[in-house]
């Protein structure tokens, strides 16, 4: 089954830390707990600056950008497993990082909230916010609709059937190498 994503792009740059992606007075919220989870993500790239504009609209509580932009080491800053969670809970399906800080990259993986792409050109110089790009999973591109280029990724390898299954735990379970949960 092919798999795309098509939306407007959020573009921020380098060293993107996870107090930016969520700020820690955030970390009471408990993910497990819908309405908090909910609350989390309308949270998410508060701690931006003013530079970037707003991810979340006012008064919204999801943003309009499916695809978030990146230059090098995304998610740098604390291992906390909040920022992925927000991101996800904010309507975020992908990031595509010119590199990420190894931790969120793992953390990515482990929850299934996004899919963590790498780029291979700069592509943070390549989009501006408000453009629409397609991410085509099957052919490792992603393409800048209102430009018309296309630019290659790194593969996602291993980590796809991971967060295609909703995480880890999920994945392992899928796999039979934990048991599954009783109903």
Request: hydrophobic share 40%; with cysteine; proline share 7%.
């Amino acid at each position: 089954m092919s798999k795309i994503v098509k939306g407007i792009v959020f573009v921020v740059d380098d060293n993107i830390d996870t107090d930016q992606i969520i700020p820690a007075e955030y970390l009471t919220l408990v993910p497990s707990k819908p309405d908090e989870y909910e609350k989390l993500g309308s949270y998410a790239m508060i701690g931006l600056p003013d530079r970037f504009g707003k991810f979340i609209p006012e008064g919204a509580a999801k943003t309009p950008y499916p695809i978030i932009i990146a230059g090098e080491n995304f998610g740098c800053g604390s291992s906390r497993e909040h920022a992925p969670i927000a991101l996800g809970a904010s309507g975020v399906e992908v990031v595509v990082a010119q590199s990420y800080a190894r931790i969120f990259f793992r953390n990515s993986t482990a929850t299934g909230e996004l899919y963590p792409w790498e780029s291979i050109d700069r592509l943070c110089d390549r989009f501006s916010t408000g453009q629409v790009a397609i991410l085509d999973f099957d052919h490792n591109q992603i393409t800048n609709e209102t430009t018309g280029e296309v630019f290659a990724l790194k593969p996602l390898g291993d980590v796809a059937p991971v967060i295609d299954a909703g995480g880890l735990f999920a994945y392992a379970r899928q796999t039979g190498m934990i048991p599954t949960l009783a109903k």
